[in-house]
């Protein structure tokens, strides 16, 4: 194989002085070079082992021929972020690390790449990257974290959170023992939020090996499939498979199919639009509604459904839904196997994979059927785009994680600005069963759209208000998030969308079956869409609230974002 950077070895003397110098040896600069790239760090269990999947993946590279160098960008946690301005960061870091990746790629002509995150930027950081570069590439993920007790997940934390702060409700004891307990492991968050979602989508565009997709962040199959990543780099790059070959629009459509079987959070509509405006590709929110009516909701997972994402992949994980939906899904589609979806699906019922793990859930007194369910007892769909003279562009609901009882729903609006406000009224006991919260300029370029995940698990933890309380916003929630919480509001408030002249009292209607959101009242009248129209016309000639100076790469991001119909990312 012909090494992309001969030329420019050749150019300047230099370049190879400097990678010898680095330890590489006179056979190493003359061999296929791989880009191993990882978010590592100690920044939260997501990506604290990710050096040891690396260190797999250079292991393969070694093994077929091929030179591999590392390079790390850490990523953030969200829920570090959680109840504060590091927050506003949280989405805006996805552009930061495609950048960092594009820069290192950029700087040394790569003749391939493995790229490693677990988490809920970093995976769509990484694939934006993969598409922008397009040199053959392929991910690996970084796998989920152990169950906690009594198969519980990290987000106890909504509960303990909330009690601390009411008096006489939680004691030392119980918080240090989810301080203990809460994060029992490496790997991402077991429950299916954006990172377990994002780790499924990577493997459902054909960019990560089959099955690879949530493993047990602790058991060794996630180090076997690391160092198959590094065998199959080398294929890829001997045969010139680049994302652009597997990034298609039939592979983001079935992404989309596997999506909605999953009950895939909600930033998967701002992620995988951002994934394939990198290669030009039209992903409309149009397409998500579209899907979301023909493909089944078949998983039980944590928070639409009971189950762990361990236990899911024991189940069989993404291929096993794969293979239920085939008829749904183009299996013609290339991936980084170097095969088709359909040659790989065939590949994994010959090796046993759908059977081999069965025996994990058996411990835990579990059935295949219990967490993937047949086709004939689903739901379709787990998320709808909803639009109306609230979001002229739409906004997103998961309405797999939504009770029957809330799917329609009329209340009076409580309006806050942010989201602090509209947590403290909840834990202050200032919302009442029946209202829907406003939480507005929490859009991309009101805030950089930090989630709302402190006030959702607050609703839901409060018996009086969970299952009562409808929520809505400009910004984007944690895949976490459960109860009526419609999201991603377009026009945002700071672009002067409806949500900014929304008033307290006002009365919002929405029906998720018929995909609406309405203003529908105000100063106690029912007003007509044409009168809901006009009231809002009169009420933005106010404006929108200024927004606060900013500096640096947070001032660059929410002057430049595009909408969250658009993916969120930067002009």
Known sequence: ????????????????????????????????????????????????????????????????????????????????????DGMNYVLASREAIADMVEVHAGAVPWDGMVLSSSCDKSIPAHLKAAARINVPTVFVPGGSMRPGPNQTTSLVAGDISLRQKRRDAITAQEIRDYYLTGCPSVGACTFMGTASTMQCMAEALG?????SALAPATMTDILRYARQAGRAIMTLAERNIRPSDILTPAAFRNALVIHSAIG????????LPSIARELGLPLPPSLFDEVNHLAPHLCSINPGGQHL?????????????QWVLRDLLDLDVMTVT????????????????????????????????????????????????????????????KYAAVPPSQRCFTGPARVFDREEDAYQAVVDGHIQPGDVIVIRYEGPRGCGMPEMLMTTEAIVCDERLNGAVALITDGRFSGATRGAAIGHICPE???????????????????????????????????????AAALLARRSRRGVLPRPPRKGFFKRYTEHALSAMEGAGLE
Request: aromatic fraction near 8%; hydrophobic fraction near 35%; charge should be negative.
């Open 338 to 397: 170097g095969k088709t979806l359909g040659e790989n699906l065939e590949d994994l019922q010959r090796d046993n994979f759908f059977r081999r793990n069965l025996g994990y859930l058996h411990n835990y007194g579990l059935a295949r059927d219990d967490i993937i369910h047949p086709r004939e007892e689903a739901e379709t769909g787990s998320i709808a785009i909803l639009t109306g003279n609230l979001a002229p562009e739409g906004s997103v609901v």
């Open 264 to 271: 895939g959070s909600t930033n998967a509509t701002l992620h």
């Open 309 to 321: 994402t361990e236990s899911f992949w024991f189940a069989g994980g993404v291929p096993w839904v």
């Open 207 to 211: 960019m990560a090996l089959p099955g």
């Open 1 to 84: 194989m012909q090494q992309k950077s001969a030329r420019e070895r050749q150019w300047w003397a230099q370049f190879n002085a400097l990678e010898m110098g680095s330890g590489w040896d006179e056979t190493d600069i003359t061999k296929p070079q791989i880009l191993i790239e990882d978010v590592y760090g100690d920044s939260h269990p997501g990506s604290v082992h990710l050096h040891r999947l690396s260190e797999q993946a250079v292991y393969g590279v070694l093994e077929c021929g091929g030179f591999p160098a590392r390079y790390h960008t850490t990523d953030v946690c969200d829920g570090c972020a959680q109840g504060h």
């Open 493 to 531: 408030a700071a672009a002067g969308g409806p949500i900014a002249f929304i008033e307290e009292g006002d009365w919002i209607h929405c029906d998720i079956p018929a995909r609406r959101l309405e203003l529908v009242g105000a100063a106690g009248q029912p007003l007509t869409p044409e009168q």
